[in-house]
């Protein structure tokens, strides 16, 4: 869409497309969720573009996103909200065996949500908040890596979570 492109799935092909994704490899995916918001930001901040050109994949989060996307004459399927993707993942997690890292929100919020999700099955090998420092990014990206993770979801806001991603990817490794 004007610039970058978007993934023309629905929300059930998109979690399919994403598990096999991990399930088979390569480490160092990077799906990105774009509402307009984030389509705005990235005609401004050049670093932010970047990071999200460079995502493995990426899908329209926000009805502004499908709107244009049809204006422009490239209709999309569907809006893909990230959040619900993330849900249907872990959900895909438990019965798939993933590991998974939570990093981001606030320290009770992602206390609960690792607690909801194993009691759901997952495994929750990490999960960490997304109060620290610019300095601490890499002692985060260290653990996510060592955690071997299979799958990573952020709580970062845009563009810290597209920017920690696309510095610390090879650190990270994650599928």
Sequence with gaps: MAGCPVGAAT???????????????????HHVS???????????DASLR????????????????????????????????GVDLAHDLLEHAAVAGWRVALVGATPPVVTAVAARW?????RVVYARDGFFAADEERAVASAVGGARADL???ALGTPRAELFVARWSPVLDVG
Excluded: C, T, Y
């Excluded at 059930?12 to 995916?29: K, M, T």
């Excluded at 990426?58 to 996307?69: I, L, Q, S």
């Design 11 to 29: 929300r059930e092909q998109w979690r399919a497309e994403l598990a096999a994704a991990i399930d088979r490899g390569p480490r160092h995916q």
């Design 34 to 44: 774009l509402n307009a918001a984030k389509w705005v930001a990235m005609r401004h």
């Design 50 to 81: 970047r990071a999200v050109l460079g995502a493995s994949s990426v899908a329209a989060d926000g009805f502004g996103v499908v709107a244009a996307a049809r204006w422009l004459g490239d209709p999309l399927p569907a809006r893909v909200p």
């Design 118 to 122: 194993r009691d759901a099955g997952v």
């Design 152 to 154: 990573l979801l952020l």
